[in-house]
């Protein structure tokens, strides 16, 4: 009984003394990374940005924005973004950090504060999402995360009417840890799923018709064709005539002298 007791202690101060270093650290800027001044509005014109890339940009409360970066299999990433509040505001925001991968599946985030609320009083608020490990393959039925083009989007969800249109200041990072590649999962992606963004060509003049076969223009290019629902139409109104006038002369009483 005292051994099973030990052992169980030992595994739980084993389990504390693990549990920090298990614990992924806030990101950090690549050294002599070019900071981004810029985000998109939509998922088409994402700014793209890449991990350890730091973005320091200016908008308006309300504004929805957009960012894109690229994943690997065996890489996990984390996002941070602090946005900073001018004086003067009436009342609480709750804002959101939304992760999506290349078909538009929004990811689920296994840490940080991802909705979080802030007081009227408040200068700043801070979000962050670490997402699961980037696997290499998965079934089509699952929401796994896959090699690919991810998107980052950053919005408030709830705010007074008043609030709306203040200015705002968002830093966002995103940070990476494995190196890819490598995995222990039996199978492969045969490509990243990135959207398909190719746009078509537009024309700038008419196509011009073909000919007209002088065959078309007859009597016979006229006439419908043999099994179209005119014919059959035509037939069956004439089949239904005639049964008409034969259940009649079959029906009539004689005339009496």
Known sequence: MRTLIRSAAALAAAGLTLAPAAASADPTPS?????????GTSFLTATAITAGQPVQVGASTGDHLYWSFRADAGQTHQITATVSFPKGRTGKSTWAVDVFDGLRRRQACTAGAQTPTADAAA????????????????EPWSGDPLPGTYYVRLAVTDLPEPDLGLPIDVDLLVGVDGEGGASGDDGKLEAPLVPNTRAGTVLTTEPTPEPVAEAETSLTGWL?????????????????????VVGFALTRRPRRP
């Open 31 to 39: 050294p002599g990374a070019t900071t981004v001044t810029k985000s």
């Open 123 to 138: 200068t700043s608020v801070t979000l962050g999402c670490t997402l699961r490990r980037v696997r290499p393959w998965a």
């Open 224 to 244: 419908p064709e043999a099994g179209s629902r005119w014919v059959w139409t035509t037939a069956g109104g004439v089949l239904a005539a005639v049964a008409g």
